[in-house]
């Protein structure tokens, strides 16, 4: 059986398996926004964030709030699958980004890398922000922040250090 307690996979592979899975999506928002494929791909890219969510380091309430997003993305984009009205898929989809812009800003905030928090707090604060004003700006107003989370997925692959390499790096340098 699994052990919970084991890291069958790194941090660095779960960062990139929803870039890889979201780039196409991304490509395909800015060519054809109404592409089919695009919510199938978006149901996996999104189900590939739960591994992510568990192992990023941030409180309770921000994890929690991970995996609220991917819950409501997952239901809005399987409504748009089933065809159900448009504005209600989008509305659920908008109310999942506040949850990820909370989740993606607290567990930025907690990183070492300075490249990972200041995309992390802008990505999370542009999905949050646009889910308030989605009513009255156009869908293209939400793409910079479909690039900005392909960037923040590559800095969290990029900027990972396991745990071991952290404890043995000293934060400051040692004075003598």
Same mark, same amino acid.
């Given at each position: 059986m699994f052990d919970a307690r084991r890291r069958y996979v790194s941090l660095r592979l779960l960062a990139l398996l929803p870039l890889v899975l979201f780039f196409p999506a991304v490509i395909a928002f800015f060519v054809d926004p109404d592409v089919a494929w695009g919510e199938y791909?978006?149901?996996?890219?999104?189900?590939?964030i739960l591994f992510l969510v568990s192992r990023l380091?941030?409180? !309770?309430?921000?994890?929690a709030a991970g995996y609220g997003w991917v819950a409501l993305d997952v239901l809005a984009g399987i409504l748009m699958i089933n065809e159900v009205a448009y504005d209600t898929?989008?509305?659920v989809r908008l109310g999942g980004h506040v949850l990820a812009g909370v989740w993606i800003v607290s567990s930025s905030l907690v990183n070492r890398a300075w490249p990972v928090t200041a995309v992390g707090v802008i990505t999370g604060l542009w999905l949050t922000g646009y889910s308030f004003v989605g009513n009255v700006l !156009?869908?293209?107003f939400l793409r910079p922040a479909g690039i900005l989370i392909l960037v923040w997925f590559a800095l969290l692959a990029i900027f990972?250090?396991?745990?071991?390499?952290?404890?043995a790096t000293p934060i400051s340098p040692a004075t003598a």
């Open positions: 791909l978006g149901v996996f890219f999104h189900l590939s380091e941030a409180a !309770p309430w921000a994890k898929a989008w509305a !156009p869908e293209s990972h250090r396991p745990a071991e390499e952290r404890a």
